[in-house]
């Protein structure tokens, strides 16, 4: 009933792209959905955000370079990652975008490492 499943992430080098997936059950259907990402010892910060109409935002530090998008029927959201750096190492994770909803509920995530 409650269910993220992210996949996609990897190793790359810098400059290197990746796309992230996020298959999400049903019951994520009419929320916003967004991506967040967490470093060792930093912060969990939301890096993108998606509406089910499509409305779109992006933190200032990943403008220019990710790309967040849904398939509705599919229920899967993705972040095409493009021109990554060594900051973006992180664990990424999908969720609604308003936390709480589902109460404290998050995936596995999906481990992005950006080195050479």
């Known amino acids: 009933q409650v269910q993220l499943v992210e996949s996609g992430g990897g190793l790359v080098q810098p400059g290197g792209s990746l796309r992230l997936s996020c298959e999400a059950s049903?019951?994520?259907?009419?929320?916003?959905m967004g991506w967040y990402r967490q470093a060792p010892g930093k912060q969990r910060e939301l890096v993108a955000f998606?509406?089910?109409?499509?409305?779109?935002n992006y933190t200032d530090s990943v403008k220019g370079r990710f790309t967040i998008s849904r398939d509705n029927v599919k229920n899967t959201v993705y972040l095409q990652m493009n021109s990554l750096k060594s900051e973006d190492t992180a664990d990424y994770y999908c969720?609604?975008?308003?936390?709480?909803?589902?109460?404290?509920?998050w995936g596995q995530g999906t481990q992005v490492t950006v080195a050479s």
């Open positions: 049903d019951i994520f259907s009419i929320y916003t």
């Open positions: 969720n609604t975008a308003q936390i709480g909803v589902f109460g404290n509920y």
């Open positions: 998606i509406s089910r109409a499509g409305r779109i």
